[in-house]
C-alpha cells in the first residue's frame, strides 16, 4: 500500500533553514501528485507547495513563495522541500501528501489528496 515517510523536521531560530524529506513506496512513484501542507496550533490545515511528479511542475501558497522550494529525487522516490527564511509563523505540523495516478486538479486543497504521512514537527522560535 501507499506508505509516506516524513523526515527533517526540527527547531530552528527566525532566518533559519530546514529541509524536509518524504519517502514514498507502495505505488509508481512518478504518477502522482504530491504535495507538503501544514497544521499550526489551532489552524486549519493548509496547502504549502505541490509537486507533479510526472512533469515537474509546482506551485506554491502565497506565503511560501521566494523562501520555500519543493523538488523530487526520482531515483530515491523522495520528495523534499527546502525552507529557508523561515518565521515563526512557519511553525506548525508539515505532512506529506500524495494523490493519484492523475493531475494535480487543485493543488493546494488538502482534501484532494487520500495518502498522508505522519508528519514532521516543525518549531521557529523568535
Known amino acids: 500500500q501507499v506508505q509516506l515517510v516524513e523526515s527533517g523536521g526540527g527547531s530552528v531560530q527566525a532566518g533559519g533553514s530546514l529541509r524536509l524529506s518524504c519517502a514514498a513506496s507502495?505505488?509508481?512513484?512518478?504518477?502522482?501528485?504530491m504535495g507538503w501542507f501544514r497544521q499550526g496550533p489551532g489552524k486549519e490545515r493548509e496547502g504549502v507547495a505541490v509537486?507533479?511528479?510526472?512533469?515537474?511542475?509546482?506551485h506554491y501558497a502565497d506565503f511560501v513563495k521566494g523562501r520555500f522550494t519543493i523538488s523530487q529525487d526520482n531515483a530515491k522516490n523522495t520528495l523534499y522541500l527546502q525552507m529557508n527564511s523561515l518565521q515563526p509563523e512557519d511553525t506548525a505540523m508539515y505532512y506529506c501528501a500524495a494523490e493519484g495516478p492523475r493531475y494535480c486538479t487543485d493543488p493546494l486543497r488538502w482534501l484532494e489528496y487520500k495518502y498522508w504521512g505522519q508528519g514532521t514537527q516543525v518549531t521557529v522560535s523568535s
Open positions: 507502495g505505488y509508481t512513484y512518478n504518477t502522482y501528485c
Open positions: 509537486f507533479y511528479t510526472p512533469t515537474g511542475w509546482t
